[in-house]
């Protein structure tokens, strides 16, 4: 299914049964968290790692105390801590989804390439809250969950998680590319999004109040907004 605009969009989206959903500016895009893209995870500065647990907690590590003096409010365990790392472009486990499929159409046109973007619906049998999820060494399957929105980015984008489990074993094996859409209690649905569309598609949503200001409610987003008046 391909969508052109916004209202041909929503009739599609009508079709489907979801809890969550996630725009992807490319379509071919693999639906994998941020760590699974790291190229070379045996080495990072000095230190030398063997398995995806050591990187994580390395990164993690790293992340909590080098940002202590940027936080106002210390994040309450590992996963809070893995949510805000995320919010700030650290590799983690997690792939960010949001409940609002207006906010993920957003991102499907966010980047106006040659390439059609997309829009992902996920359906799961059991999903939880944040505080709810198990300890990150305890995840074996894809376990979706809401967030407490900690910032004001979640809030506005209305966000939610997934996290996945690592890969075990030395010498980092690879994350499994279809792990999200082969795993059990969980159906995914996707739209395709024209890349020639995506202009006006944009367009459209701006005039319904969504855009970078309102997604990305800082200054930047401000700015991103306002310049966005002009053509490419």
């Given at each position: 299914?391909?969508?052109?605009?916004?209202?041909?969009?929503?009739?599609?989206?009508?079709?489907?049964?979801?809890?969550?959903?996630?725009?992807?500016?490319?379509?071919?895009?693999?639906?994998?968290?941020?760590?699974?893209?790291?190229?070379?995870?045996?080495?990072?500065?000095?230190?030398?790692?063997?398995?995806?647990?050591?990187?994580?907690?390395?990164?993690?590590?790293?992340?909590?105390?080098?940002s202590l003096p940027y936080v106002s409010i210390k994040p309450e365990g590992d996963l809070s801590w893995m949510i805000l790392a995320q919010h700030y472009s650290l590799a983690t486990r997690l792939l960010d989804w949001?409940?609002?499929?207006?906010?993920?159409?957003?991102?499907?046109?966010?980047?106006?390439?040659?390439?059609?973007?997309?829009?992902?619906?996920?359906?799961?049998?059991?999903?939880?809250?944040?505080?709810?999820?198990?300890?990150?060494?305890?995840?074996?399957?894809?376990?979706?969950?809401?967030?407490?929105?900690?910032?004001?980015?979640?809030?506005?984008?209305?966000?939610?998680?997934?996290?996945?489990?690592?890969?075990?074993?030395?010498?980092?094996?690879?994350?499994?590319?279809?792990?999200?859409?082969?795993?059990?209690?969980?159906?995914?649905?996707?739209?395709?999004?024209?890349?020639?569309?995506?202009?006006?598609?944009?367009?459209?949503?701006?005039?319904?109040?969504?855009?970078?200001?309102?997604?990305?409610?800082?200054?930047?987003?401000?700015?991103?907004?306002?310049?966005?008046?002009?053509?490419?």
């Amino acid at each position: 299914m391909k969508a052109h605009c916004v209202v041909e969009y929503l009739k599609l989206v009508e079709l489907f049964n979801y809890e969550f959903t996630r725009g992807q500016v490319n379509s071919e895009w693999l639906l994998l968290p941020s760590i699974a893209r790291i190229s070379n995870p045996e080495s990072c500065f000095n230190m030398g790692f063997c398995t995806w647990d050591e990187v994580e907690e390395f990164l993690l590590d790293e992340f909590k105390s080098q940002s202590l003096p940027y936080v106002s409010i210390k994040p309450e365990g590992d996963l809070s801590w893995m949510i805000l790392a995320q919010h700030y472009s650290l590799a983690t486990r997690l792939l960010d989804w949001t409940t609002n499929p207006l906010k993920s159409l957003f991102f499907a046109v966010e980047n106006m390439d040659s390439n059609d973007g997309v829009v992902y619906f996920c359906s799961s049998i059991y999903f939880t809250s944040e505080k709810f999820v198990p300890n990150l060494s305890e995840i074996d399957e894809v376990t979706f969950f809401k967030s407490s929105h900690s910032n004001d980015r979640l809030v506005a984008q209305e966000g939610g998680f997934c996290a996945f489990p690592l890969p075990k074993g030395v010498l980092f094996e690879k994350f499994d590319p279809l792990i999200l859409e082969n795993s059990k209690n969980i159906t995914l649905n996707k739209i395709i999004i024209d890349a020639v569309s995506k202009h006006s598609i944009r367009n459209e949503l701006n005039r319904l109040g969504i855009n970078h200001r309102t997604i990305y409610p800082s200054m930047d987003g401000v700015s991103k907004s306002i310049m966005n008046g002009f053509k490419s």
